[in-house]
């Protein structure tokens, strides 16, 4: 008597054989039933007293038996067995093709040779390389097949291989692995699956860095020059640059009424591809002053850049110092004016500082 099936632990393939004497001799594996096609072979050789069990060409063990087999009046059965004596009540759940019994002992090159020559074609399973952007959601992940053959495709395919990736939206530039298991991915027809994993490349997102424009009176120093950010994502701001930018222009102090061109650049960043736009600083003249004289009251009006500050002052001889006349006003583009009482000082001297 002998037996060759899947009732090791966890479905693990085992082959036994009862000797003359109705004691079996076992051989375990704990290759077992996993949705994929195996090629199982039981060895009883009883010139060197072994019993063998071997798997996909690869011998998992073997057990001594001197004692020969255990002869049976019952007929050969494939895909079921006894429990007791009654009928074939444990029934296989699977598929099971090209079933051979050979009158003598096969060795392990020739369990090798017949495991090549019915080998099932191997379908390839590739995870699909894949490319996103720092800050963007993870890309779907899909997988391309190959190796099918004699027209098949992939409708005799059914579940999915598993697929994973450790990136997030947050990962910082670089590649990251995409990993392929077998998941729930089976075939109705005899394959092999082999699974290829690919990579999923995290690419810089752009940052777009702008001079702000900016205006001056002529003859006053340059105002600070600042630059606007658009771009970041993740919550980043400019804590994430390792390398601020620089901005410069041309023009001076004294520079001629005019526009300068304000320039960013030496920004870095690890997870950003950075431009520059560039700004305009614009030079304005000096302003014009008008007055006008209603009786006693003399009204000074003259024309602002937005953000500088402006205080009249005056002095009643040259020779003296000046003084504040009224409040500092901050201009916003519009003309300014003050108006005050010449009565008790007709004879002032009057000037605008700017600030």
Known sequence: QFNLDCGGANHGFRFFVRDTLGNPHLCN???????????VVGVMDGAAGLV???????????????AGVKAS???????????????????????IDEVAIYHSALNGDQVASHYSLGLPPVLTVSADEKTKVYGAPLPALTVSYSGFVSG????ILTGAPALSTTVTSGSGVGNYPISITKGTLASSKSYRFSFSPANISVTPA?????ADNKTKTQGLPNPALTASFSGFVNGD???????????????????????????????????????????????????AVTTSQTGNNLT????????????????DDLGNPWQPLGNVQTGDGSPLSVTFDTTTAPHRFYQIQIQ
């Open 206 to 210: 752009p940052l777009i860095i702008t």
């Open 52 to 66: 063998h069990l071997y798997v996909d060409a690869v011998e998992v063990t073997n057990t001594a038996n001197t």
């Open 29 to 39: 594996s704990t290759n077992g039933l996993d949705g994929n096609w195996h090629h």
């Open 237 to 287: 701001d400019m804590a994430a640059l390792s390398s601020p930018p620089a901005l410069t222009t041309t023009a001076t102090a004294n520079a001629k009424p005019g526009s300068y061109v304000i320039t960013a650049s030496g920004a870095a960043a690890a997870n950003y591809t950075i431009s520059y736009v560039d700004g305009i600083l614009t030079v304005v003249a000096p302003p």
């Open 152 to 155: 098949d495709d992939s409708t």
């Open 73 to 95: 009046s019952n007929p050969v059965s494939v895909g079921a067995r006894q429990s007791g004596t009654g009928p074939y009540d444990l029934n296989f759940v699977g598929t």
């Open 300 to 315: 000074l009006t003259w024309s602002t850049v937005a953000g500088q500050s402006y205080q009249v002052l005056f002095t």
